[in-house]
């Protein structure tokens, strides 16, 4: 009894560390990339670097990378069986190529290399202490909780994402204690640094009526159909680049080249880097939004994320989702606001088959007025979108 106590005691001192290096961890990465979206921003030229950008970082991770090139996906099968550990090289590596893909405008995340960097950090630290595989499964389970929860600042959801990610529709919560305790105490360092995060607006009361629910099913199946889509163009560009051309650095250049025409073609360059602002617009249902402007994001995204640019896909399937929703919800003469939101957190549910989680997220972001309606599209595009997602490691 005193043995189990003891150790109890023990994994919760290190959730309690890896929940304050996760929120240092992403205080610090959001401070990073919020730099280099501002030198973007203010430096036009940078864009034209991006095919070099993309260069470096394949030949960095060609040559150095190794196991990391799987990113959040080993993180994940070491959960399910811890083995040789989470490299301590993921850690810079992971931050320097983000940080070059975002100051250079690739259509790419943040959330990913959080998670990486934070795992790659505590499992480095615990490693030299000979752990259990269970000990290292509640770090492992933990950082990914504080990354995720502190870079968007939804501890609770942030939690459950650790646990329902690794297994498709049967989650096991008995580390949720452990998941909260991280999730809780990096989301607080980020709230006490003052680290901003994505504008998400309170939507007003919701009213369950025929109005509204005549339009989810059709507002459902746009979002389960985006999240599929998202997934098998991603996987055809990566195993196109990957047959056609061998040398692994040259993808993300070719890449930089396509996103480049996209920007031309577009005529905007609102579709690079995180493209909070346009998402921000959607979700307060403001008027000037192009029409156009989730197809852009999409093409955007899947090129950026396809030919081997870093960062992560989390931000950039939520934005999606809510110019997705937004547009629907024009097109249905719908709240453009509720619509979006109901979009940044359904294309999710169903791209990364966390239906919890996302309804959490919402809870969290959003507010509880429109939880109903959140909560019957996380569930129903979850339930569409079948075993496809975003994470290979994600176990069925």
Known sequence: MLRRSLATLRCGVLVVLVGIVGGLVSAFFIGSLNWATTAR????????????????????????GG?????????LDEIHEPSAGVPSRMAPMVYGASVMSHIVGASVGREGAAVQITASLTDTLVHRSNPTANTRRIVLVSAVAAGFGAMFGVPVAGAIFA????????PKFALLGYALLASFVGDRIVRALDVHHLVTPSTPKVSIDFALLWRLPIAV?????TAIAFIKLTHVIKDAMASKIRW???????GGLFVLGLVLAAGTRSYLGLSTDIAEVALTGAVGLSA????WKFFFTTISLGTGFIGGEVLPVFIIGALVGAQTGRV??????????????????????????????GWELFGSNALVPIAIVCLSTYAISGSTSIYSAQRP
């Not at 156009?292 to 197809?295: E, I, K, P, R, S």
């Not at 709240?335 to 109901?342: E, G, I, K, R, T």
């Open 41 to 64: 921003l203010n430096h036009d030229w940078l864009i034209w670097l991006m095919p070099i950008g993309g260069f470096l970082v394949g030949l960095a991770y060609n040559y150095f």
């Open 248 to 254: 692994a650095p040259l993808r993300p250049f070719i």
């Open 163 to 170: 646990l329902e990610v690794l297994q498709r529709g049967r």
């Open 221 to 225: 199946g746009v979002f389960a159909l």
């Open 332 to 361: 249905l003469d719908a709240s453009v606001a509720l619509f979006a939101m109901l979009g940044f957190v359904g294309v999710f549910s169903a791209a990364a088959n966390t239906p919890i989680a996302c309804i959490f997220i």
């Open 67 to 75: 196991s990391i090139t799987a990113g959040n996906n080993l993180v």
């Open 292 to 295: 156009l402007a989730c197809v």
